[in-house]
T-cell receptor, first 115, second 113 residues
Framework: DVKVTQSSRYLVKRTGEKVFLECVQDMDHENMFWYRQDPGLGLRLIYFSYDVKMKEKGDIPEGYSVSREKKERFSLILESASTNQTSMYLC??????????????FGEGSWLTVV | DAKTTQPPSMDCAEGRAANLPCNHSTISGNEYVYWYRQIHSQGPQYIIHGLKNNETNEMASLIITEDRKSSTLILPHATLRDTAVYYCIVGRYYGGATNKLIFGTGTLLAVQP
């Protein structure tokens, strides 16, 4: 089974702090994604990466950056956390190859509260 | 990516089949229909996907109309653990960087004892 692991399930951070959310996948997938999920807004794509050191902006990249130094690891960085970044963050991956390659697999989510 | 329309909520009795509809009238020829579900406070879970033929796996069946403008996810014997938000999404089959899968607000399925 595909496993996408997010390092922190629950975090509380102060406004202005730099926050790192880590994600690791164990299926050698090419693509990795960061979404955030808010009530009434569904899942919104922040950034994605289709290869090591490659990244693309999603629909709501403002206030975020990402890092992908190794294929299995994709980090989301909040440079200066703000209260409107309080949300659940979801990491996901997909192989991008062959049959079912478009299927995206998600981690359990990280609940971030910025106070 | 094509948009989808789902009812906001549905109820189903435990042990009965749950039939969740989805409209995707603007789907294009190279787009698949994917279904995910999300149990409260967890990440979305992949259920099934299909192009134009009906599909079945250990979790569910997917029925896609001949014109591909709508589909139905069937949970044959719903249990309380199937209570979740179910998302119907269309996206490209071959993956790649652009297959981001746009999630809507889904259908909240409540399985009643």
């Amino acid at each position: 089974d595909v496993k996408v692991t997010q390092s922190s399930r629950y975090l509380v951070k102060r406004t202005g702090e730099k926050v790192f959310l880590e994600c690791v996948q164990d299926m050698d997938h090419e693509n990795m994604f960061w979404y955030r999920q808010d009530p009434g807004l569904g899942l919104r794509l922040i950034y994605f990466s289709y290869d090591v050191k490659m990244k693309e902006k999603g629909d709501i990249p403002e206030g975020y950056s990402v890092s992908r130094e190794k294929k299995e690891r994709f980090s989301l960085i909040l440079e200066s956390a703000s209260t409107n970044q309080t949300s659940m963050y979801l990491c996901a991956s997909s192989s991008g190859q062959g049959i079912g390659g478009g299927t995206i697999y998600f981690g359990e989510g990280s609940w971030l509260t910025v106070v | 990516d094509a948009k989808t329309t789902q009812p906001p909520s549905m109820d189903c009795a435990e042990g009965r089949a749950a039939n969740l509809p989805c409209n995707h009238s603007t789907i294009s020829g190279n787009e698949y229909v994917y279904w995910y579900r999300q149990i409260h406070s967890q990440g979305p879970q992949y259920i099934i996907h299909g192009l134009k033929n009906n599909e079945t796996n250990e979790m569910a069946s997917l029925i896609i109309t001949e014109d591909r403008k709508s589909s139905t996810l069937i949970l044959p014997h719903a249990t309380l653990r199937d209570t979740a938000v179910y998302y119907c999404i269309v996206g490209r089959y071959y993956g790649g960087a652009t297959n981001k899968l746009i999630f809507g607000t889904g259908t909240l399925l409540a399985v009643q004892p």
